[in-house]
């Protein structure tokens, strides 16, 4: 059984689609949980631009294919499965063919489920280690697939490959949606306030954004400025510095839940003194 390390700590997660993995590893710490999840991640609600990109995969469309998420990649695979079963093994086989790069560790997790790996990986995982990666490249006249994120459209990596003359055709296989009702984020915010939560750890970038969007910026910032604030990794630490929001735990190098719950640990494992900002 894991040491109670985190025993007396109360730990808010937004995390949604893993929400009972990440509460199981802290409750077995100790830790006292406050479950809400900001957001819900659901399929792309019209099918055909997945399955019309899946298509020009399969059918040799691409030279190159940057991979921004793991969920992306399942979701795209999960809706051929649903609607158009006889491409997989067309659209796997064209996957094993083409360059692949990957922006961090969890789109290269996805494909060795698939029994396939990147040719290149981001050597810091956000976009612009994306960038910094395919930088040495020839890229002018290369096909080159992009797997987005949300339905965020990535301008910065976009722009980039179009000015190195690639031609780019992307692909938003999820979208987010509000997973608590504003609410209940409002008396998370009250909490915060109150100074009744030890930490609070975000898994994804659009937690911050909504947490933002429903507090305010001066609201949210003031909130986080009364508790322990950790990101699961960099590009989650990047979306809360531009919010003026400075995250205090990250894995060192492994961006998962098991790495994000032993930096936890270290902050306010047991004997630990809780080193709270100031909200000043």
Partial sequence: MAPQRLAGRVIAIPE?????????????????????????????????????????????GFDDLILLTGEGLRRILS???????????????????????????????????????PQI????????????????HALAGRRIGVQLY??????????????????????????YAAASEE???????ERLHAGGIDAIAFTASAQVERLFAIASEDGARSALA???VAAIGPVVAQTLRRHGVEARSMPAESFFLKPLTRALEEALGAGAALRRPDPA
């Fill in 150 to 175: 949300g339905t965020e459209p990535n301008r910065p990596l976009i722009d980039f490959l179009v000015q190195a003359g690639a031609q780019v055709s992307s692909v938003a296989p999820y979208v």
């Fill in 79 to 117: 809706c051929i499965e649903r609607h158009e079963p006889a491409l997989r093994s067309r659209f796997i086989e064209a996957l094993a063919r083409v360059r692949k790069i990957t922006r961090g560790p969890k789109p290269a997790r996805a494909l060795r489920e698939l029994g396939l790996k």
């Fill in 183 to 189: 609410q209940a984020v409002r008396e998370l915010v």
């Fill in 16 to 60: 949604s689609r893993e929400i009972d993995v990440f509460a199981a590893l802290l409750e077995r710490r100790g830790a006292r949980v406050i479950r809400c999840p900001l957001l819900a991640i659901r399929d792309a609600p019209d099918p055909r631009p997945v399955l019309d990109w899946g298509r020009a995969l399969a059918g040799g």
């Fill in 226 to 228: 009364r508790t322990w």
């Fill in 121 to 136: 990986s981001a050597v810091h995982p956000t976009t612009e280690g994306v960038v910094t990666s395919l930088r040495g």
